[in-house]
């Protein structure tokens, strides 16, 4: 059901926005249809509540918008059947099923030149005779949907006139003022800008929460997890996925859907998801660790630049096995291996890691070719960060610093690491390891691979005694701090 309690200002919007429709509920059951030999919809069944908003999103030719042209009538489907509230809408009349459903198009283009006012007040067909005049009723219902899409100072003005934008927008007046239990929208938000995009999707929130059941194929993932109640993904003829923004936009879904490498993690402004394409393989390659198994590859670090890190190495031609952690839950790093699938050591919000989380780390460590570590780490000041460093220093059989691309320092792909904070990272005199940034991680990974700068194998048999964990006093009470980078 809806996320929202009111309008924009929190207040309950029904009072000011005239008479509500009667609620009814979208059911769909079993429908399928084809053009020709082509098979868009194939056995779709699903219901819509009164009070919800739901998208329907997939990639192109998915049948997102046929979908809704058979919720509406407009398509004769197959098989199966359409009803909203009791009355199945392929068998009702063109204006007994108006009174139920209202459109917007994806294509608002019209071809007459009538004043927008008119325009909206057609809108009111479905509620009167063919030949009567407009009531006082519907001239109120027009007022009132042209001033909630803040298109009354364009009521005179003809509608060719006007730009695809404002055209949208007068569109969905007309849909309102039509006062239907249902609606559908076939991208929205196609032609606006920014300011009005939100703008109308604040709208029909409110629209929702005066009982309207709404649909809307929506290619922005971002603005339908942010507005819809439930998602509902098309790919191969029919519904893929059903549920709530957060189960249905994943790494993987979107790989199998979208054929996307792709992260999802939680808006820290809205709280809702947002979904960042990456580039597919990009062509850049990585030495096999020398026993032709993949290069294991461990990022200790968080925020954004971790985040970055892990994204470049998860659309990497060559197989890796990528770990990060410690991080916390909810953080950017964190939520970013969730959505890749990547193997995080995971810890609370303001808990030390453990005895265990420490042994997690450094197994993670000793297991791995190359440890990257973000120089959010190398700047905190905290004993739970140079415990870990430490590790990292004892263990790791190279490691690669990387630094964000706004660092002040001019670096370029392979430059050997300096002492830095307290001299960690060093083997006898001299410094050990490789400085990057995220754009010449997989190159800085290379080099260290092939350097073989104490390779983790040669470790295999000396164990990991020398390492800050294997004191029981000093394991304990480590904090996990989150940087900054």
């Known amino acids: 059901m809806s996320r929202f309690r009111g309008g924009p200002d929190g207040n309950d919007v029904s009072s000011e926005s005239g008479p509500s429709p009667e609620r009814a509920s979208i059911t769909v059951e079993n429908l399928s249809l084809s053009f020709g030999d082509l098979s868009v919809l194939e ?5 819509i509540e009164p009070g919800e908003f739901v998208g329907f999103v997939g990639p192109n030719g998915a049948g997102k918008t046929t979908l809704l042209r058979a919720i509406s009538g407009a398509l004769e489907p197959d098989s199966g059947t359409v009803t909203v509230g009791d009355t199945d809408v392929h068998r009702a009349s063109s204006k007994a099923s108006s009174r139920l459903v209202s459109v917007v198009p994806q294509d608002t283009a019209l071809s007459f030149s009538f004043p927008i006012r008119d325009v909206v007040e057609m809108g009111r067909h479905p509620h009167r005779s063919r030949f ?36 949208q927008r007068v569109v969905l007046a007309r849909a309102i003022a039509q006062e239907t239990p249902a609606m559908l929208l076939d991208e929205p938000t196609g032609s606006l800008d920014v300011n009005h995009q939100i703008e109308t999707l604040e709208l029909v929130r409110e629209l929702v929460e005066e009982g309207r059941t709404v649909c809307a194929a929506i290619h922005d993932l971002d603005l339908a997890a942010r507005y819809c109640d439930r998602l509902v993904m098309l790919a191969d003829s029919g519904i893929y996925r ?5 189960d249905v936009l994943t790494g993987e879904s979107l790989s199998d859907v979208f054929d996307a490498t792709a992260t999802v993690t939680r808006n820290p402004i809205t709280g809702t998801e947002t979904v960042t394409a990456l580039p597919n393989a990009d062509g850049s390659e990585t030495r096999e660790a020398g026993d032709g198994t993949p290069v294991r590859v461990h990022v200790l670090g968080t925020g954004p630049l971790a985040s970055s890190v892990l994204a470049r190495l998860e659309t990497a031609t060559a197989e890796l096995e990528i770990s990060v952690g410690p991080v916390t839950a909810g953080d950017t790093a964190s939520e970013t291996a969730r959505s890749l699938d990547i193997d995080r050591l995971e810890i609370a919000p303001f808990e030390s890691l453990s005895p265990a989380d420490l042994t997690a780390f450094e197994e993670r460590i000793h297991e791995a070719d190359t440890t990257v570590v973000s120089e959010g780490v190398l700047e905190s000041a905290g004993a739970g960060s140079r415990q870990l460093l430490e590790t990292v220093d004892a263990v790791a059989g190279s490691i690669v610093l990387v630094r964000g691309t706004d660092d002040e320092r001019s670096i370029t792909e392979g430059d050997a690491v300096g002492r830095t904070d307290g001299d960690v990272f060093t083997t006898g005199d001299r410094a050990r390891g490789l400085e ?38 000093s394991s304990s009470g480590v904090s996990a701090e989150s940087s900054s980078d």
Not at 43 to 47: D, M
Not at 242 to 246: I, L, Q, T, V, Y
């Open 242 to 246: 059903s549920g709530p923004p957060a």
């Open 43 to 47: 056995g779709v069944s699903l219901t």
């Open 436 to 473: 990057a940034t995220p754009e010449t991680i997989l190159g800085a990974i290379d080099e260290a691979v092939a350097s073989g700068l104490e390779s983790v194998y040669s470790r295999a048999d000396s164990g990991s005694s020398e390492t800050g964990s294997s004191d029981g006093e």
């Open 132 to 167: 009567s005049s407009p009531t006082r009723e519907d001239r109120e219902a027009v007022e009132r949907a042209l001033e909630r899409t803040r298109t009354a100072e364009l009521a005179d003005r003809p509608i060719d006139e006007v730009s695809g934008g404002q055209r």
